[in-house]
Each structure stands twice: as structure tokens, then as C-alpha cells.
């Protein structure tokens, strides 16, 4: 196994078996001579646009204020004690998408997305906790981060942002560009800008059981066949006609018993939610449509790869892209596979391709799902 820079020289096997949900790591100088991708004014304009989740948290005269974007205008650089947290940057930038991809050591369903945080001197959005694992990458500036594992997750009541009541560092340490802290979930932290700052967060999924149950009981919905329709035969008269009878509760019990889900289902249903793009996320399909040959003539040439925002996972014989799934068959399975993990195919993969396949690409090409490369 390969040891890594990223991980502070460890390998991604120690890594996982030593930090991961456990204890905090600082990686100096993760990735040396880091420089960030996006300047204040391009996170700014970023911020400014409706297709993009943005936050203001603001700190003045110690008041706590969260406001969401999209802002025209946010509070002038030369002001302290503000930031703006700007989300899903990966999705819109070619440089944060490929800083993303080096987090693939990790699946991708458990992969969320590259949050990018501006904050002038003193700024941050106060001590806190999350629910989920995060890799913080200093990016520009320095950053002041306290940190603990707190017991006592008493949040003050009546403010706009979380914020713990008793927060109880147990450690600081300063992040310089291309330093890195890792924090397991419910690490509690509290980052503060020393000087204007940028902080890159590559965060993770973590659904609750109760959001996932719901959205499963959705999908059974949609595959729920059950035959037939009440009868009692055997009717007796009442003399309590607003009583439901014991009767209906058994033959109704009986009737909903006989839905039935297996482990596929499990399997479909969460590649489908999974896959599924934000709904902030709207693809950019291309201009003008090219028709099947032309594609293929180009994809043959050059290769073609999923777009940022294209969320592609597969199962088995599922595959599963941007929330449709379907059942691969055997002889195109290798190339969905590998167009899913390498998120792209070489000529000579289109090449090989069977014709299904070549069609889909085409289909998504259309939809703005994949691109040439
Ligand atoms: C930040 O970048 O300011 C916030 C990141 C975090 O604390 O989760
Ligand atoms: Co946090």
C-alpha cells in the first residue's frame, strides 16, 4: 500500500484503521505548496449566483447572524469577522473537482462535496460540531482551530447558527496553506481567521436512518404490486357500527405482510438516491445536439468523461447515473464500470463498446451528463 502525502505519509489502510471516525489527524503540509484555485472575488461571484448554495455568517459586535445567498453584495473585505461558506464547488470547477477526486479512496457515496470557506480576520461560524467526518485544507491565510472532544453538546439556544455552550478545547494549532486537520464526526471545533483567510472542506455524506427509511418507503411505493381488493364474505351484523372489527385489522395485516423487499431493492433504491444530484444541480446540456455517428465519430477520438456534477455509481448488475438506474447487461457491465470508477473512457473503450452502451453515451452526451474529453 501506498503511503501518501495527502495522509500525512500514512497509508490509506492506516488512515482508515486509526483516524477515521476516531481521533483527529493534523497533516502538515498535505499537499505542499498548496495555492488556492478560486480568488475572494471569484468565491464572491460565486456566491452571487442562484444555482450555487452560499451562506453569510457574520460575527459583528459579538452577534451571531446567518443570512443564505445568493448576495449581490457581500460586507467589504476591509470589514473583520465575517465569512462566507460557498458549497459544492466541485461541481462548478474544474480545479476543485480534481482536488475531490483525491479523496476517492473513499467511496463515492460516502463522498459529499468541497465546501470553500472566505473569512476576513477573526472570522469563522463559531464552536461547534458536525455530524459528518471533514478534511479541512488551509488554503490561503492562516487558520486558528481549537478543537475537543466534548461531552457536553449543550448548544446556546436562540441563535441562527449552532453554537456550543460549553466548548472545551483540548487543543490548537494554527493551518498554514496546504496544512490539512482531519475531524471524525462530533469532534467538536472552532475555527478562527488569522488574518483574511480560505479554507477548503471536503465533507461527507451521512444520511439518517430516518431520512433513509423515508426515502425508501417512497421507492417501495413505486414497486408495490398487491392483488385483489377487501371482502368479507362471512360478514356478521354490528350493533357498534363505528367499530373497525378485528376481522378488517387481520385481512388487512395479511394483505400489506405479503410486501416484500430484498436486498436488490435495498440496493436499488440507495444507488438511486444516492446518484440523485442536488436540487440546486441543473446540467448544462450542450448548445447544439450532434447526432449518434458524429458522437461517436469524436468520442472514438478523444475519449469521454462523466461531467463534475454527474453522480455515477453501480451495484452488482445496477448502474446508476444521476438517479436512473438500470440492470447492465453482462457484455456492456465492463465499460459502465469503469466509466463509473475512472469517471471517463479512453477511445479504445468506446471503441469496444457495445452498441447499447454507445448509445446511452450518446443519450448522455445529450443530457450534458458526460462530455468529450
Ligand atoms: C469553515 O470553513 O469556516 C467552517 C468549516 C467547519 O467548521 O466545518
Ligand atoms: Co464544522
Given at each position: 500500500m501506498k503511503k501518501l502525502t495527502l495522509l500525512g505519509g500514512l497509508t490509506t489502510q492506516q488512515f482508515l484503521r486509526d483516524y477515521w471516525h476516531k481521533k483527529p489527524l493534523l497533516i502538515r503540509q498535505a499537499i505542499p505548496q498548496f495555492k488556492p484555485l478560486l480568488t475572494r472575488e471569484e468565491l464572491a461571484a460565486m456566491a452571487a449566483r442562484d444555482d450555487v448554495e452560499s451562506r453569510l455568517v457574520t460575527h459583528f459586535g459579538a452577534r451571531w447572524q446567518l443570512?443564505?445567498?445568493?448576495?449581490?453584495?457581500?460586507?467589504?473585505?476591509?470589514?473583520?469577522?465575517?465569512?462566507t461558506l460557498i458549497q459544492g464547488v466541485n461541481l462548478h470547477h474544474d480545479g476543485a473537482d480534481a482536488l475531490m477526486q483525491q479523496f476517492r479512496f473513499l467511496p463515492d457515496a460516502r463522498l459529499d462535496d468541497l465546501m470553500i470557506s472566505y473569512a476576513t480576520d477573526t472570522g469563522g461560524v463559531g464552536p461547534h460540531f458536525d455530524a459528518?467526518?471533514?478534511?479541512?485544507?488551509?488554503?490561503?491565510?492562516?487558520?486558528?482551530?481549537?478543537?475537543?472532544?466534548?461531552?457536553?453538546?449543550?448548544?446556546?439556544?436562540?441563535?441562527?447558527?449552532?453554537?456550543l455552550k460549553n466548548f472545551k478545547p483540548e487543543q490548537e494549532m494554527v493551518l498554514e496553506p496546504g496544512d490539512m486537520l482531519y475531524l471524525p464526526p462530533h469532534y467538536a471545533h472552532d475555527g478562527i481567521a488569522v488574518g483574511e483567510c480560505m479554507t477548503y472542506s471536503i465533507g461527507f455524506r451521512t444520511p439518517s436512518f430516518q431520512e433513509l427509511g423515508e426515502g425508501f418507503l417512497q421507492y417501495l411505493t413505486e414497486s408495490v404490486e398487491l392483488d385483489g381488493h377487501y371482502a368479507d364474505p362471512d360478514l356478521a351484523p354490528t350493533s357498534k357500527p363505528a367499530e373497525i372489527g378485528s376481522d378488517m385489522i387481520t385481512r388487512v395485516a395479511t394483505a400489506i405482510r405479503k410486501i416484500r423487499?430484498?436486498?436488490?431493492?435495498?440496493?436499488?433504491?440507495?444507488?438511486?438516491?444516492?446518484?440523485?444530484?442536488?436540487?440546486?444541480?441543473?446540467?448544462?446540456?450542450?448548445?447544439?445536439?450532434?447526432?449518434?455517428?458524429?458522437?461517436?465519430?469524436?468520442?472514438?477520438?478523444?475519449?469521454?468523461?462523466?461531467?463534475?456534477?454527474?453522480?455515477?455509481?453501480?451495484?452488482?448488475?445496477?448502474?446508476?447515473?444521476?438517479?436512473?438506474?438500470?440492470?447492465?447487461a453482462s457484455a456492456d457491465r465492463r465499460a459502465l464500470v469503469k466509466l463509473a470508477d475512472r469517471r471517463g473512457l479512453d477511445p479504445e473503450d468506446i471503441k469496444a463498446a457495445s452498441e447499447d452502451v454507445r448509445e446511452a453515451l450518446h443519450a448522455w452526451h445529450e443530457d450534458g451528463w458526460i462530455v468529450l474529453q
Open positions: 443570512k443564505k445567498g445568493p448576495f449581490d453584495q457581500l460586507p467589504p473585505f476591509s470589514k473583520k469577522a465575517w465569512t459528518y467526518d471533514v478534511f479541512l485544507l488551509q488554503a490561503h491565510g492562516k487558520r486558528l482551530w481549537r478543537i475537543g472532544p466534548q461531552t457536553d453538546m449543550t448548544l446556546v439556544e436562540g441563535l441562527p447558527v449552532k453554537i423487499f430484498a436486498d436488490d431493492d435495498i440496493a436499488i433504491f440507495l444507488g438511486e438516491y444516492l446518484s440523485e444530484p442536488k436540487p440546486s444541480v441543473f446540467f448544462d446540456a450542450p448548445v447544439r445536439s450532434t447526432s449518434l455517428p458524429r458522437f461517436l465519430e469524436r468520442a472514438e477520438k478523444r475519449g469521454v468523461k462523466l461531467a463534475r456534477k454527474t453522480r455515477m455509481l453501480y451495484r452488482g448488475r445496477h448502474v446508476f447515473i444521476n438517479g436512473d438506474s438500470f440492470v447492465a
